[in-house]
């Protein structure tokens, strides 16, 4: 069974950061692409962020490019995503999720709240 | 970028009905378009992707059809376990865009 729990979300002020983890067990990690999809209040899955098996491959949304930086230790079958300069508007329940483009699973999601 | 919208925003129908969710993208996508299930309080469910293709476990009253511009996901049948909302996501390349989403519930 695919398991992805994610941890190392709170609350910071804006200006901040914080480093999400996600750990996976229940498949080839290490031949996988993996993602982080966020969901706001009330809104919508928003892609974030994608990196290939081996890291060739790395993907950011506009609205975080420059700001975060997804990593990967195949070794620990574990995906990070380090966020800086938080918003605000990056407030939201952040999944780490396996899929190439399609997201076929979903971790159960840590939240990030970003206020003063 | 590749921009999806989506029609209605919201519905209302009974049990048993027949529900279609539109998807438009901004220029052709071919059939990179994925179908995801949101129910409230829960993490999102692949229901359909290459737009037509179910997803393993999801019960058959769910289709999708489209290629190109257009696309739809229809519910053959509405069941009270099909309360949602439904997004719907190109994913050929980054950016992976999702749908505003079409939120579905039982008169």
């Known amino acids: 069974e695919v398991q992805l729990v994610e941890s190392g979300g709170g609350l910071v002020k804006p200006g901040g950061s914080l480093r999400l983890s996600c750990a996976a067990s229940?498949?080839?990690?290490?031949?996988?692409?993996m993602n982080w999809v966020r969901q706001a209040p009330g809104r919508g899955p928003e892609w974030v962020s994608s990196?290939?098996?081996?890291?060739?491959?790395?993907y950011y949304a506009d609205s975080v490019k420059g700001r975060f930086t997804i990593s990967r230790d195949n070794g620990k079958n574990s995906v990070y995503l380090q966020m800086n300069s938080l918003r605000a508007e990056d407030t939201a329940l952040y999944y780490c999720?396996?899929?190439?483009?399609?997201?076929?699973?979903w971790g159960q999601g840590t939240l990030v709240t970003v206020s003063s | 970028d590749i921009q999806m919208t989506q029609s209605p925003s919201s519905l209302s129908a009974s049990v048993g009905d027949r529900v279609t969710i539109t998807c438009r993208a901004s220029q052709g996508i071919t059939n990179f378009l994925a179908w995801y299930q949101v129910r409230p309080g829960k993490v999102p469910n692949l229901l359909i992707y290459a737009a037509s293709t179910l997803q393993s476990g999801v019960p058959s009253r769910f289709s999708g059809s489209g290629s190109g511009t257009d696309f739809t996901l229809t519910i053959s049948s509405l069941q009270p376990e099909d309360v949602a909302t439904y997004y719907c996501q190109y994913y050929n390349s980054a950016p992976f865009t999702f749908g505003p989403g079409t939120k579905v519930d039982i008169k």
């Open positions: 999720a396996r899929g190439v483009g399609t997201v076929d699973d």
């Open positions: 229940g498949f080839t990690f290490s031949s996988q692409t």
């Open positions: 990196i290939s098996s081996r890291s060739s491959f790395i």
